[in-house]
């Protein structure tokens, strides 16, 4: 019973992508087509909200859900390591046509074929979690 505030959380995270069309395949394609704002819009409504969030979380020092600090340690600085990271993560996403939430969400829409994407991406961060030391950070 103590983690129902986030189970219904999740759920109102599902209903709101649903209803913005953020777990459309079409919308993802639309995107990557630049044929639509709608995509960059809610991108850019994620991200400025994400920048307050992170903003009052440090202003305020919150805590997470056991009392502990918040804490954000600073990342390398590597324009290589990012766009590399974020072509392998776009190319994945125009492929399959989600990208993590949306994945579970269409699986929970009833988009049965969303579930072969939802185990490759487990596979892959498992992979990852498998060679990370071996990579370069």
């Not at 919308?27 to 704002?37: D, G, K, L, S, Y």
């Not at 399959?96 to 994407?117: E, R």
Request: glycine share 12%; hydrophobic share 50%.
């Amino acid at each position: 019973m103590k983690f129902i505030k986030f189970l219904l959380l999740g759920i109102v995270f599902g209903i709101v992508m649903t209803k913005s069309e953020a777990v459309s395949w079409y919308r993802i394609q639309e995107m990557f087509r630049f044929q639509a704002f709608h995509m960059y819009g809610i991108i850019g409504t994620a991200v400025t909200l994400g920048v307050a969030g992170v903003a009052l979380i440090k202003r305020f020092r919150m805590r997470d859900y056991h009392g502990n600090p918040i804490m954000f340690n600073p990342k390398e600085k590597s324009v290589a390591r990012y766009l590399i990271g974020g072509s392998i993560f776009g190319l994945g996403w125009a492929l399959s046509g989600a990208c993590p939430g949306p994945m579970v969400v269409n699986i929970g829409y009833g988009y049965w074929a969303m579930a072969i994407v939802f185990f490759f991406a487990i596979v892959g961060t498992y992979l990852y979690g498998l060679i990370k030391n071996k990579l370069p950070h």
